[in-house]
């Protein structure tokens, strides 16, 4: 049985004033224990209806999400959220506050929680910056801090939404890299929103590239086997799987420009 398994999921958004809007329809995909799952596709093509569904935010209007064979039908523990903005940390906490807030609200001990936030600290590289404010940190540490909170709450599964989207290129290059040792260490099963084809290859065990909107599902599945030396963009196996990628995106990208300009 898969971890999770979406069958024939659609979501439609109602509107008060114009026209429904079908974001995504027929949607299918399991997700394996363990696995680096890219969802690639253009902009307004439903990723984060979908992440957001998954996540429990939205409810689907058709079909069935199930985790561990049950439907899902809210947020759980189950699940870590890492959104795209850095704007979720709470300013007034420090760095190990924040990591620490969701094992304060689940009631774990002072002592225990700062040992458990302190491990998660040094996890994602930060540990001597326990103290400071997310104001006096930088855009990737930020992105650092808010893997480590989700990852103190222990979740199954982490889903993250172009969690590195508004970082520079080397830091998020950098931050690609950290993540990719992280899910080694932890084998959690991620389930990771990109529009960005580079950043698919170097993370994921499997892409699923969508459809441009509306109505959008998935248009192919790709595994990409390459080995960790072998992400990495000059490498021949590298340039190979961004070509067949290309191939399947580019007539998406071409609808999605026309709608859109
Ligand atoms: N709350 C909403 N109400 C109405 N339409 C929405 C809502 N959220 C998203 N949409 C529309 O659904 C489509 C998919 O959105 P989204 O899932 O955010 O795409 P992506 O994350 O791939 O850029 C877009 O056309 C967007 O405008
Ligand atoms: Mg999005």
Redesign the pocket.
């Known amino acids: 049985m898969p971890l999770v398994r979406l069958s024939n999921v659609g979501?439609v958004?109602?509107?008060l004033t114009g026209d429904d809007?079908t974001?995504?329809q027929d949607f299918n995909l399991d997700i394996e224990q363990g696995e680096f799952i890219c969802l690639l596709?253009?902009?307004?093509?439903?990723?984060?209806?979908?992440?957001?569904m998954v996540a429990g935010f939205?409810h689907a209007t058709n079909g069935v999400i199930e985790i561990a064979g049950r439907a899902i039908d809210g947020p759980g523990a189950d699940r870590g959220v890492v959104f795209q903005g850095d704007d979720s940390l709470y300013g007034w906490l420090s760095a190990i506050g924040n990591i620490e807030f969701g094992l304060k609200m689940r009631g774990v001990p002072k002592a225990v929680r700062r040992v458990q936030a302190k491990r998660y600290l040094e996890m994602v590289g930060l540990t001597g910056q326990e103290h400071k404010h997310p104001t006096e940190l930088s855009g990737g540490m930020k992105q650092r801090i808010q893997i480590a909170r989700v990852l103190a709450n222990e979740p199954q599964m982490l889903l993250m939404?172009?969690p590195f989207a508004a970082l520079d290129a080397h830091t998020r290059a950098a931050m690609q890299s950290e993540l990719l040792r992280i899910w080694r260490a932890t084998s959690k099963t991620v389930l990771f929103?990109t529009?960005d084809i580079d950043e698919a290859i170097i993370l994921a065990t499997k892409i699923g590239v969508?459809h441009a909107?509306?109505a959008?599902k998935l248009k192919s599945v790709i595994d990409v086997t390459l080995t960790a030396a072998e992400r990495d963009r000059t490498h021949d196996r590298f340039v190979s799987t961004y070509r067949e990628v290309h191939t399947i995106m580019r007539d998406e990208v071409a609808i999605a420009m026309q709608r859109t300009h």
């Open positions: 979501k958004y109602r509107s809007y974001a995504v596709g253009t902009s307004g093509c439903g990723k984060t209806t979908i992440l957001n939205e939404d172009e929103i529009h969508m909107g509306p959008s």
